[in-house]
């Protein structure tokens, strides 16, 4: 009985998973192909998208590794870029269920990304068969679009390469517009965020920055500044 409710729960990961997976292709095939037009080669491509699996973090981290030696940056812009994982790692422990333990939290955690925690986040109860299901297909989805954009990167003409690495901000775009619909508080962030950005794209000593380490101030400035005037209550200091 247990097997069956397993296999099932397994089935339905996987269904809910689909829709994030075929979104992944798109995204990850424009890594690859980035990758590929900085000199990396098609098998570096998909090893980074098979042992890392975060779409912000890996565009800042190939920009970063052009130039060998930004070590500190590089760390500095994933911890920054990587931190939010911890804290949706954390919020899904709270609903996971007493199987759900050991050596299964650092298998699946690494799987943990925006999407994926939106979807598991809706459970009641996160079951680990549930979310090895719901994992699969993204995981898959991302390694294949990699895979695929790395290939085709030095086959497909340059006009063509330059308009597809444009999916990468469309999707930044459709993460963040809905929320901004939603609260006039992150309007403001987003604003700062993308003044900031400027600054230290066109400032003559600002853009002197490495991208990775002027994502990671734009990113902590901006969060610190949204925390600082609109503080979010707890449930406790709303009671």
């Known amino acids: 009985m247990k097997e069956n409710n397993t296999i099932k729960e397994f089935a339905r990961g996987l269904r809910a998973g689909i829709p994030i997976g075929l979104g992944y292709l798109s995204v990850s095939f424009t890594f690859g192909i980035m990758a590929v037009s900085y000199g990396f080669a098609w098998w570096q491509a998909l090893l980074i998208s098979m042992t890392t699996v975060t779409s ?55 799987f943990v990304t925006d999407e994926i925690f939106a979807v598991a986040v809706t459970e009641d109860h996160v079951r680990r068969s549930f979310f090895a299901g719901l994992s699969t297909i993204p995981y898959l989805g991302w390694a294949a679009g990699t895979l695929t954009g790395a290939l085709l990167g030095n086959v497909l003409p340059p006009r063509l390469m330059s308009a597809l690495g444009l999916a990468i901000y469309g999707m930044f775009v459709a993460i963040v517009v809905p929320e901004m619909k939603k609260k006039k508080e ?21 853009k002197d920055i490495s991208t990775g380490l002027a994502i990671s101030i734009c990113a902590v400035a901006a969060a610190a500044l949204g925390a600082f005037l609109f503080p979010v209550e707890t449930e406790e200091e709303a009671v």
């Open 56 to 110: 912000a973090g890996q565009f800042a981290g190939i920009g970063v590794m052009r130039y060998p030696g930004h070590y500190f940056e590089m760390l500095l812009s994933q911890l920054t870029i990587n931190v939010r994982y911890s804290f949706m790692s954390i919020s899904l422990s709270q609903k996971a269920d007493r199987r759900f333990r050991g050596i299964s939290r650092w298998l699946l955690g690494f």
């Open 186 to 206: 992150v309007i403001f962030v987003v604003v700062f965020a993308f003044a900031a950005s400027c600054l230290f794209y066109y400032v003559p000593l600002l």
